[in-house]
Nanobody
Framework: VQLQASGGGLVQAGGSLRLSCAAS????????MGWFRQAPGKEREFVAA????????TYGDSVKGRFTISRDNAKNTVYLQMNSLKPEDTAVYYC???????????????WGQGTLVTVSS
């Protein structure tokens, strides 16, 4: 599965961005999709995941209540709506696909190339 993330950019604190991740295969709906992020000098961190049908979601503690993950299986695309952005949200955001509904990085088999989000104060 090839994943292409897009939608990153520069935004002021308090603003919003929506990331998209398009998958190359029709089997998209057989995978849990997740978003992770990595800030400079830090380890990669779990952000959000959504199960195959879109009926279940889970979030990292640092983004709960501000970010929303969703998917459109007809378009083979997963989204991450990011609201009330903070400077500490600055990171490269990666989408990933895997067989299990999980926040564990090790369970994801396929990764996109990442898109940079920069939040200015």
């Amino acid at each position: 599965v090839q994943l292409q993330a897009s939608g990153g950019g520069l935004v002021q604190a308090g603003g919003s961005l929506r990331l998209s991740c398009a998958a190359s295969e029709r089997t998209f709906n057989t995978y849990t999709m997740g978003w992770f992020r990595q800030a400079p000098g830090k380890e990669r961190e779990f952000v959000a995941a959504i199960n195959r049908s879109g009926g279940s979601t889970t979030y990292g503690d640092s983004v709960k209540g501000r970010f929303t993950i969703s998917r459109d299986n007809a378009k083979n695309t997963v989204y991450l709506q990011m609201n009330s952005l903070k400077p500490e949200d600055t990171a490269v955001y990666y989408c990933a696909a895997g067989p299990d509904f999980s926040g564990l990085e090790s369970t994801y088999k396929y990764w996109g190339q990442g898109t940079l989000v920069t939040v200015s104060s």
